[in-house]
């Protein structure tokens, strides 16, 4: 019988894990690794065609907490991309840290850890945030 009830509880084991992101300690591994954290002044946001993806974000540095380098000055133009999905779209399973496509292209600044990319710079392990506003304190500490 107990043999039975634990069979029964396998499939929902299987759901749950398949959903959950990943542990927080790697998100912040990522951001306290991470060459670059700015805050930064949105230009442009170009979002996919159809479904959950890459938005395209531009804009120019407005505030620099870490610059290995000295690549990325205030005022810098820069891009990146962050995931991004439509209400109401699935998102795929994984470790990906969505953001509402709706509200990042109305968000005037974000604050987010960069590395370096294939076209420039990639946000290191979806660690971007939406702020209101540039700060001289990060909103987004690597803790």
């Not at 992101?21 to 700015?38: I, K, S």
């Not at 407005?62 to 380098?69: L, S």
């Not at 000295?70 to 820069?78: A, D, F, I």
Request: net charge neutral; glycine share 6%; hydrophobic share 45%.
């Amino acid at each position: 019988m107990l043999h039975v009830a634990r069979l029964a509880c396998l499939p929902l084991l299987l759901t749950t894990s398949a959903r959950a992101l990943m542990a927080p300690e790697f998100y912040r591994q990522a951001r306290a690794d991470a060459p670059f954290h700015v805050q930064v002044a949105i230009d442009k946001v170009t979002p996919p065609a159809a479904g959950p993806g890459s938005c395209k974000v531009e804009g120019k540095i407005a505030e620099v907490f870490r610059d290995a380098g000295n690549k990325l000055p205030v005022g810098t133009p820069v891009s990146f991309s962050v995931a991004c999905h439509r209400e109401g779209e699935q998102v795929p399973i994984g470790g990906a840290k969505w953001t509402d496509t709706a509200v990042l292209t109305s968000a005037k600044y974000i604050e987010v850890y960069l590395a370096p990319g294939v076209d420039g710079y990639a946000v290191a392990m979806w660690n971007s945030k939406i702020i209101d506003a540039p700060s001289k304190a990060p909103q987004f500490p690597v803790d």
